[in-house]
T-cell receptor, first 112, second 117 residues
Framework: KAGVTQTPRYLIKTRGQQVTLSCSPISGHRSVSWYQQTPGQGLQFLFEYFSETQRNKGNFPGRFSGRQFSNSRSEMNVSTLELGDSALYLC???????????FGQGTRLTVV | AQTVTQSQPEMSVQEAETVTLSCTYDTSESDYYLFWYKQPPSRQMILVIRQEAYKQQNATENRFSVNFQKAAKSFSLKISDSQLGDAAMYFCAYRRPTGGGADGLTFGKGTHLIIQP
């Protein structure tokens, strides 16, 4: 079974631009969650989607948004990028609720 | 809000020896899940072990075992017979049951484990 796939792996954007990151979960997994990892703040929960509905959201500004498609693939979007948005963005999928999450390799976003 | 604390930013151990990584957490919930994840230099987060709070028996996965003390809200990871491939950042994580309005995983700041050959 293929693991969680995140694309692209690396991205460089300019301040003020927007960016879209993609995550394909493990086949059969319907829950997808996103995390931001920075040296200063560590790993922080962004949001979780299940069956195309956002279930939970972390404490991030509205510039961070996401969606999930009928095939469970998910995208997250960050608008009006700021230097502080530079981070590793990790996606994780779960088969059903209350089980462990499996992570992708992440997308390294650099905002210049 | 739940918090997870890893008090050891860095640990070093000789190859083949045993090391214990500490984790404490704060929650008012009685039912929850605890995890240890490993993040090697490749940045891929790999699940090491999980523990359900309602289970009194400590989880074990090969050379990895936990000491779960629910009353003390402590969840330490023991790695036996340390191997060079165990070198990584280790994160302790907490999650409430989804039915209770889970907020995703709450992670500690991590412990950098160094294996000395």
């Amino acid at each position: 079974k293929a693991g969680v796939t995140q694309t692209p792996r690396y991205l460089i954007k300019t301040r003020g631009q927007q960016v879209t990151l993609s995550c394909s979960p493990i086949s059969g997994h319907r829950s997808v969650s996103w995390y931001q990892q920075t040296p200063g703040q560590g790993l922080q929960f962004l949001f979780e989607y299940f069956s195309e509905t956002q279930r939970n959201k972390g404490n991030f500004p509205g510039r961070f948004s996401g969606r999930q498609f009928s095939n469970s693939r998910s995208e997250m979007n960050v608008s009006t990028l700021e230097l502080g948005d530079s981070a590793l963005y990790l996606c994780a999928s779960r088969q059903v609720t209350n089980t462990e999450a499996f992570f992708g390799q992440g997308t390294r976003l650099t905002v210049v | 809000a739940q918090t997870v604390t890893q008090s050891q930013p860095e640990m070093s151990v000789q190859e083949a020896e045993t090391v214990t990584l500490s984790c404490t957490y704060d929650t008012s919930e009685s039912d929850y899940y605890l995890f240890w994840y490993k993040q090697p230099p490749s940045r891929q987060m790999i699940l090491v072990i999980r523990q359900e709070a309602y289970k009194q028996q400590n989880a074990t996965e090969n050379r990895f075992s936990v000491n779960f003390q629910k009353a003390a809200k402590s969840f330490s990871l023991k790695i036996s017979d340390s191997q060079l491939g165990d070198a990584a950042m280790y994160f302790c994580a907490y999650r409430r049951p989804t039915g209770g309005g889970a907020d995703g995983l709450t992670f500690g700041k991590g412990t950098h484990l160094i294996i000395q050959p």
